[in-house]
């Protein structure tokens, strides 16, 4: 490869035509993507990083030994002779293309519709079992929000998911062996859907197999979406209260519960019930914004067929880290390679 000469460049780009250049501007952008991820990757290893010392007996001194073959800094511990790079102890490290993760990270935060895992296989050309395996690690590692991010109007409402165990066998190893596996709380839900029948309950009603999430938005953009353990005001409170400055309004539909809760914690409250605003409710106060979140979950949550309850919580904060304004695939790849050793587990 010839080296690069920026004089040369530039008297290349003064020659070019506005629609060369434009096209010129899209492979930079292009290029400048597959670089970040490798500069994220190394910025680990950078004095002062999570390895910046050698992970074998923790020396500082160390020099640069070339690069990875996916273009990161290796580096060599000057004490024990050991070689690691920024993906080293990184669920990242192992993998044989980590340009395929980062890309399927990027099509999960950025793309309108992610892809599925089959999609994902045939454009990225792995296999479907691996981009799942990726998929739950990429959201395995989302975090909440950070506490007191939300300010200003805060808008909070519920979402509904119907319970799920999917992939489970507890159904399959009770059959065969009702001794030591007991009966499941409820049949699979396809036996309460037999047509022509009569329309039987699943046991303690339909609402009681409702898994739920609290949906918490503001007008800057930011967004939470976690998994509660019930509409309860301690699982709400817990959920709501850490995320909201100690100066936001808070916005809801006129739940009891959030009366409660504003009451309890002294914050100015507005209740829209169904929406609607009082003569002295002021304009800009509306629940339109997380309205629109949880009708853009559901649509979100429809080609997954119901993912299982087990990974509720990654699937609500996958969709927050989707709709917030501050958060990129970069911000996704940082909390991926952040998570620690990859566990050795067969999923
Ligand atoms: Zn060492």
């Not at 434009?22 to 400048?32: F, I, K, N, S, T």
């Not at 996916?70 to 580096?75: I, N």
């Not at 808008?155 to 190893?173: C, I, L, M, T």
Request: with cysteine; glycine share 8%; hydrophobic share 40%.
């Amino acid at each position: 490869m010839p080296r690069f000469e920026p004089a040369e460049f530039g008297r290349l780009l003064a020659r070019l035509t506005p629609q060369e250049l434009r096209q010129a501007e899209g492979l930079v952008a292009d290029a400048r993507k597959r670089a970040e991820a490798v500069l994220e990757i190394d910025a680990r290893a950078d004095a002062g990083g999570p390895a910046a010392s050698c992970p074998r007996c923790g020396g500082d001194a160390r020099t640069r030994w070339g690069r990875t073959r996916t273009g990161t800094q290796r580096w060599n511990c000057s004490g024990c002779g050991v070689t690691w790079s920024g993906r080293s102890d990184t669920p990242l490290a192992r993998v044989h293309r980590p340009d395929l993760v980062v890309a399927l990270a990027r099509d999960m935060i950025e793309a309108p519709q992610p892809m599925s895992c089959r999609r994902g296989a045939e454009v990225l050309g792995a296999s479907r079992h691996s981009i799942w395996r990726w998929r739950m690690a990429i959201i395995g590692a989302l975090k909440p929000e950070p506490d007191a991010t939300l300010a200003g109007i805060v808008e909070a409402d519920e979402a509904h998911q119907r319970e799920s165990r999917k992939g489970s066998r507890e159904w399959v190893r009770h059959r065969r062996d009702p001794v030591n596996h007991p009966v499941p709380p409820r049949l699979r839900w396809r036996a309460y859907r037999r047509r022509g029948g009569s329309a039987v309950a699943p046991p303690g009603g339909w609402r009681a197999w409702e898994k739920k999430l609290l949906a918490v938005t503001d007008r800057a953009g930011h967004r939470a979406f976690e998994a509660i353990a019930d509409a309860g005001q301690a699982a709400i409170s817990g959920a709501l209260l850490p995320v909201m400055a100690p100066d936001a309004v808070l916005c809801t539909d006129g739940f009891v519960t959030y009366e409660r809760i504003a009451k309890d914690a002294r914050i100015p409250h507005f209740a829209l019930n169904a929406g609607r605003r009082t003569e002295r409710t002021p304009r800009s106060h509306h629940i339109n914004t997380v309205n629109a979140l949880i009708s853009r979950f559901r649509a979100f949550m429809q080609p997954f067929c119901g993912p299982a309850s087990k990974n509720l919580a990654a699937y609500g904060r996958w969709h927050a880290a989707r709709s917030n304004a501050d958060r990129s695939y970069l911000h996704a790849l940082r909390l991926l390679l952040a998570s620690g050793p990859r566990a050795n587990t067969v999923c």
